[in-house]
């Protein structure tokens, strides 16, 4: 039996290690919510969910248990993407561009829909108003687009 509790169970990241979270809060993941319903004193193994990642969405899912997000504009104002969200959610979502897409892939396996909202106004609002060389900087690709490329495009 691996509920600890009545109150939180035990989520497993990929590299396997324990979380351990209370269940009111892990029950905002409609994933974790289905589970415990279907399968109430078993961990949860995350096999595509590294431990960083999934500490990273439990620390969210932790703090708004008690405190729904803030609805997040669609699409973004053209406003500093700090005055859009509340300071708690910008400040836990101001991370590298590569972690901000882990727990966005995240956020939609486990099927928490203002996180993914979170997550993807937060790369929207990184890419708003640049071109497609500035965009592919920001999200870190590799920068194989030359300008002749381009010129080559625009002719056909």
């Known amino acids: 039996m691996d509920l600890i509790g009545d109150s939180s169970i035990i989520l497993l990241s990929s590299d396997l290690q324990q979380i351990i979270i209370d269940k009111n809060s892990a029950e905002l993941s409609n994933f974790i919510k289905k589970f415990i319903e279907d399968f109430p004193n078993e961990t949860i193994h995350f096999q595509n969910i590294d431990y ?3 500490l990273k969405v439990t620390e969210y ?3 708004h ?12 104002p053209n406003k500093d993407f700090k005055e859009i969200i509340e300071e708690w959610d910008y400040n836990f979502i101001d991370i590298d561009t590569n972690r901000v897409f882990k727990i966005m892939e995240a956020a939609n396996f486990m099927d928490i829909r203002p996180l993914l909202n ?7 609002s990184l ?3 640049k071109n497609p060389i500035e ?3 920001v999200l870190g690709f590799k920068d194989d687009i030359d300008e002749s490329d381009n010129n080559e ?3 056909e």
């Open 52 to 54: 960083d990642t999934l």
């Open 61 to 63: 899912l932790e703090y």
């Open 65 to 76: 248990k008690d405190k729904k997000p803030k609805k997040i504009p669609k699409p973004l």
């Open 118 to 124: 979170l997550t993807c106004a937060k790369i929207s």
């Open 127 to 129: 890419i708003k108003g």
């Open 135 to 137: 965009i592919r900087r």
């Open 153 to 155: 495009e625009k002719m």
